[in-house]
């Protein structure tokens, strides 16, 4: 079962800053919280992932909290091409380090 | 970066027969290669894991001998769909593990049996 919780849906301004939540409150201390993106009937694309501290890179930044029960991507700057299903992830800490997938949010970047 | 080939993107094929998938990773060894399958508007659902060299572990409720996967080398993964039916109609996605904590994933293939 996932152990991730996100909204279905989100709208944002094109060229606004757009924070996606997701709750994770049962992760574990060595659990890994991922996020990718998919865009119709493509393959994923991944964007970041973090233990415990903030992180940032060339796409977005992923805020976690204090005491890793939840996360914020932020992706600064949305584009049209950022429409997307984004899906956060925990990484199940078994002999395989499997991702199990949530339902993901929609997110609809608006002009 | 680490790329995943997946072939083919697209196939259709006919009722009881059987169709492979090909995962490679380009630039890299996978030591582990993930199968996934995910219907319309639904999200990824982990089929089964596939190590280098040994049997693959698949998911609960996911028969093993309809959906065949073969890892014989670093660099390969297939998924064979045996004796195809329409509900076996789906997208195929795989992913491999790029040690560290990465993972790449192809870009999937839309299989459609009629």
Redesign the interface.
Known sequence: D?KTTQPTSMDCAEGRAANLPCNHSTISGNE?V?W?RQIH??????II?GLKNNETNEMASLIITEDRKSSTLILPHATLRDTAVY?CIV?VRDS?????????TKLIIKP | GAV?S?HPSRVICKSGTSVKIECRSLDFQAT?M?W?RQFPK?????MA?S?EGSKA?YEQGVEKDKFLINHASLTLSTLTVTSAHPEDSS?Y?C?A?TGG????????T?LTVV
Request: glycine fraction near 12%; hydrophobic fraction near 25%; proline fraction near 2%.
């Open positions: 996932a890994y991922y990718y009937s493509q393959g994923p694309q991944y992932h899906y990484r395989n380090y499997q991702l199990i997938w949530g339902a993901g | 995943v997946q582990t993930f996934y639904k999200s990824l659902m982990l894991t190590n572990t997208f996605i992913s593990s904590n990465g993972y790449t994933f192809g870009s999937g839309r």
